[in-house]
């Protein structure tokens, strides 16, 4: 197992190294993101370097980075595959995310595997076969219902975590399973390029040629939201809790994970059992909201029964909430009768013609009050040819609300690690300590001679502030004591130089007590480790039903 049973891991996605840094600041226990190649995302590429800036920064925190190397992979490609994961392993990657049991017959490192989305877990026992293969963590299938999930978390949970996706999009088939992009267009899924062809617009006939929809976008999904559903995910045996999206922004990322932090402590709080995968607290400086980034509509999809309404037919965009009406329309202008504020560079959509039209609002002014006490906005888009046709009446919705935005483009969390700190006298002067909740401790000590404080209350206050002032570091102080034999007065730049060392101790402390987990190999199967071997091969013949040299995936 990747986890400890008591453990809940809220795993974010990256784009980059510097998002990643961001989804952990706003709560994230893991953060999952791709390599330089072989991720089935292509265009979310980073560099080895990067990533071990990363691993780095997640491991003060406890916090773990999987790497994404879950494409079908082709022959000519095994070798750098496998130079590429001990690069990886180098970096302090925790985890790789892999598709192709190939993999398993390469000359791996000690790093734990988790099984991709793209694997297609559907049941108990292609989840035992994977985990008795070795792999230490497994996302189920989207498509699952809440019992079908405990069913399998029941047959797995001596010896694998089991992960779910609990936020982001959903494709029209299953994970892995999908060619519809390969066969339209040759680009795979399977190897990092999906054509999406499931957001295209269709016209679907009967058998007579009767038009049933017309031009309508019969394969795209809402997306899922399993934000009512967290407690019954944990209660089925759920402990690693994924949001989709490597494709996505900052924004984006700090707004969901946030959402999700909140309401997974929120739960802690209730059931003491159950506690966060990484150390330290999010302090979020803005109310998450999930509506206010991508999505196409919100589904909790099968997880508590078979529904009608999961599809996104009329738009594949993000349409967004909805904002007002429209009031009146100039040639270059409308105005919009609405309860909200509204900002300079708000984006608003209506519907036109059976699709979804866009638009910015370059300058926004209030000009008045409608019946029923709403606000008249006048509004000049970018794009003023797209008011042509729009009547008062329509709805309007707004996609972007700047304002917020550019609350999330600023610092807007920050993330702590509890501290008790403990300023003590010595022979020859103080010594200042911090021991945190992972039980790291680092002191600092300072010779000097101790004088007696003229006002003792006011000196025993400014050493209890001056040992708790942790505000550019990465800690919180819980609680000061003072093992003193009186108030003493102690120079300003004496208490702050030891502050200052103790926490960089500290942080160093958290680094070197960071263990990364161990991998499980799978039965009979012995992983060399002889890093510099030219063979992609262990001399061993035993192969996993399933897996081939030629690295294609076990279905």
């Given at each position: 197992?990747?986890?400890?049973?008591?453990?809940?891991?809220?795993?974010?996605?990256?784009?980059?190294?510097?998002?990643?840094?961001?989804?952990?600041?706003?709560?994230?226990?893991?953060?999952?993101?791709?390599?330089?190649?072989?991720?089935?995302?292509?265009?979310?590429?980073?560099?080895?370097?990067?990533?071990?800036?990363?691993?780095?920064?997640?491991?003060?925190?406890?916090?773990?980075?999987?790497?994404?190397?879950?494409?079908?992979?082709?022959?000519?490609?095994?070798?750098?595959?496998?130079?590429?994961?001990?690069?990886?392993?180098?970096?302090?990657?925790d985890a790789l995310i892999i598709q192709d049991m190939g993999i398993l017959q390469m000359d791996l490192p000690p790093i734990q595997l988790h099984a991709s989305t793209q694997c297609d877990i559907r049941d108990a026992d292609k989840a035992r076969f994977l985990s008795d293969a070795g792999f230490s963590q497994i996302v189920l299938a989207r498509e699952l219902t809440i019992p079908q999930i405990r069913n399998i978390a029941d047959r797995v949970a001596d010896s694998a975590t089991i992960e779910y996706f609990i936020h982001g999009a959903l494709c029209v088939a299953f994970s892995g399973q999908c060619y519809i992009s390969h066969a339209d267009t040759g680009r795979s899924a399977n190897r990092g390029d999906c054509s999406q062809a499931c957001r295209l617009p269709y016209t679907l006939t009967d058998e007579k040629g009767g038009v049933v929809a017309f031009d309508k976008h019969l394969l795209s999904m809402k997306d899922n939201n399993q934000s009512a559903n967290l407690e019954a995910l944990l209660d089925a045996g759920v402990r690693s809790l994924k949001i989709e999206g490597r494709y996505k922004d900052v924004s984006y990322v700090k707004n969901i994970t946030a959402h999700y932090r909140l309401l997974l402590d929120e739960i802690f709080e209730r059931r003491p059992e159950l506690a966060p995968a990484a150390s330290g607290s999010s302090e979020i400086y803005f109310t998450p909201d999930p509506d206010k980034t991508f999505h196409r509509g919100a589904t909790d999809y099968f997880a508590t029964g078979r529904k009608q309404d999961i599809g996104a037919f009329d738009s594949p965009k993000f349409v967004g909430v909805g904002l007002g009406t429209v009031h009146k329309v100039g040639d270059t202008w409308l105005e919009i009768a609405t309860r909200e504020q509204m900002s300079n560079g708000d984006g608003i959509n209506f519907m036109k013609k059976r699709e979804v039209v866009g638009m910015q609002l370059n300058t926004v002014k209030q000009v008045g009050k409608a019946e029923g006490g709403l606000l008249v906005?006048?509004?000049?888009?970018?794009?003023?040819?797209?008011?042509?046709?729009?009547?008062?009446?329509?709805?309007?919705?707004?996609?972007?609300?700047?304002?917020?935005?550019?609350?999330?483009?600023?610092?807007?969390?920050?993330?702590?690690?509890?501290?008790?700190?403990?300023?003590?006298?010595?022979?020859?002067?103080?010594?200042?300590?911090?021991?945190?909740?992972?039980?790291?401790?680092?002191?600092?000590?300072?010779?000097?001679?101790?004088e007696?404080?003229?006002?003792?209350?006011?000196?025993?206050?400014?050493?209890?502030?001056?040992?708790?002032?942790?505000?550019?570091?990465?800690?919180?102080?819980?609680?000061?004591?003072?093992?003193?034999?009186?108030?003493?007065?102690?120079?300003?730049?004496?208490?702050?130089?030891?502050?200052?060392?103790?926490?960089?101790?500290?942080?160093?402390?958290r680094a070197a007590a960071w263990v990364r987990p161990s991998a499980r190999p799978p039965p009979s199967r012995r992983r060399s480790s002889r890093r510099r071997s030219s063979a992609i091969w262990p001399t061993s013949t035993t192969r996993w039903p399933g897996t081939s040299t030629s690295g294609t995936a076990w279905k």
């Open positions: 197992m990747s986890l400890l049973p008591h453990q809940v891991e809220l795993l974010s996605p990256a784009k980059t190294a510097e998002i990643g840094r961001e989804a952990i600041l706003h709560g994230a226990d893991a953060v999952y993101i791709g390599g330089p190649s072989f991720g089935a995302r292509h265009n979310a590429c980073n560099s080895v370097e990067d990533i071990a800036g990363l691993t780095a920064f997640a491991h003060r925190y406890h916090a773990r980075i999987f790497a994404t190397l879950n494409t079908i992979l082709h022959d000519a490609e095994l070798e750098g595959a496998r130079k590429l994961i001990w690069q990886l392993y180098d970096a302090g990657v906005w006048r509004c000049e888009p970018n794009d003023p040819a797209a008011l042509a046709g729009l009547k008062p009446g329509v709805d309007i919705s707004r996609n972007r609300d700047h304002a917020w935005e550019l609350a999330l483009l600023k610092k807007s969390a920050e993330r702590r690690v509890g501290v008790w700190a403990v300023l003590s006298e010595t022979a020859d002067g103080l010594e200042l300590s911090y021991t945190d909740a992972d039980g790291c401790s680092a002191s600092a000590r300072a010779e000097l001679q101790l007696p404080a003229k006002d003792a209350a006011r000196a025993e206050q400014s050493l209890r502030d001056a040992a708790a002032k942790l505000g550019n570091t990465m800690f919180q102080a819980h609680e000061v004591s003072l093992n003193l034999s009186q108030p003493w007065f102690v120079p300003a730049s004496v208490i702050n130089g030891l502050r200052r060392e103790a926490a960089e101790k500290l942080e160093a402390a």
